[in-house]
């Protein structure tokens, strides 16, 4: 296994690419930006990480009053989240709050509090207190 964390996109490359050829199987790459992830992408690197990208998404969505519970990256472009429900969401329906285009995230379940699963809730269910929403969310959107 081998780890590339330099922060200069050429050497960053030349480096990945040399323990390609020693054959080696698991190579694990720090990008530091979108263009760097697509040439690695377009290397065959299995394993990218971008933590500068991921802490900011992570930071936006302290910021955006969404409180995750847990988060399952599902591919390189969904997660799949359990998300608390707000106070302000009681008794308003998934319609009304619109998860999609204001956070970027569809509904596909809701976890009740005495443990019961909906799965793919109706637009018109009414979130209640206690409820947490099990979502999908596209990493490249907001």
């Known amino acids: ?3 590339v964390t330099v922060d200069d996109l050429g050497i960053s490359i030349m480096a ?3 323990f390609e050829e020693a054959g080696i199987q698991k190579i694990i790459v720090k990008s530091t930006s979108d263009i760097h992830k697509k040439i690695l992408e377009k290397m065959g690197v299995k394993f990218i990480v971008s933590p500068d990208k991921e802490m900011g998404i992570k930071l936006a969505k302290s ?3 969404i409180n995750i519970i847990d988060s399952i990256n599902a591919s390189n472009d969904y997660d799949i ?3 608390d429900v707000r106070n ?3 008794g308003k329906t998934l319609e009304k709050l619109d998860f999609r285009s204001k956070y970027g995230m569809n509904v596909i379940g809701v976890k009740k ?3 019961e699963m909906k799965i793919s809730p109706e637009k018109e269910y009414e979130i ?3 409820d947490r929403l099990i979502v999908i969310e596209n990493k490249n959107s907001k």
Request: charged share 25%; glycine share 10%; aromatic share 4%.
């Open 1 to 3: 296994m081998a780890v």
């Open 128 to 130: 209640e207190e206690g």
């Open 81 to 83: 989240a359990e998300v």
């Open 113 to 115: 509090n005495n443990g």
């Open 16 to 18: 990945t690419m040399i």
């Open 88 to 90: 302000k969401w009681v």
């Open 63 to 65: 910021i955006m009053d």
